[in-house]
């Protein structure tokens, strides 16, 4: 059973840059797609990002330009560099995976990590 594990969450400064990862554990492949989702208390879990294995990758209408996802299919591994933060980033951050894009982009997906938390803040 595959586990994925996050870190890199933390506060930071409004403008300031934080990397988030992701790793998979347990597992003996790369999934086709992985993504990030983040959640604010009492709002829908919003899609960040995803990237499958091909290199396609989308994000989110509010982080374009500002946050890249990048992967490391070797070690199963996921990334999220945020740059340019604000406020409003301000979030818990859960990594996805799933053999399809349909499934990590409709929130279907079977994989998710237990999440780390970004406060962006003054």
């Known amino acids: 059973q595959v586990q994925f594990v996050e870190s890199g969450g933390d506060l930071v400064q409004p403008g300031g840059s934080l990397k988030l990862s992701c790793q998979g554990e347990g597992g003996r492949y790369s999934f086709f797609c992985m993504g990030w989702y983040r959640q604010v208390p009492g709002k829908q879990r919003e899609l960040v990002a995803a990237?499958?294995?091909?290199?396609?990758?989308n994000y989110a209408e509010s982080v374009k330009g500002r946050f890249t996802i990048s992967r490391d299919n070797a070690n199963n591994t996921v990334y999220l560099q945020m740059n340019s933060l604000e406020p409003e980033d301000t979030a818990v951050y859960y990594c996805v995976s799933d053999d399809t894009r349909t499934a990590v982009v409709t929130g279907a997906a079977r994989y998710w990590g237990q999440g780390t938390r970004v406060t962006v803040s003054s």
């Open positions: 990237l499958t294995i091909t290199g396609f990758s």
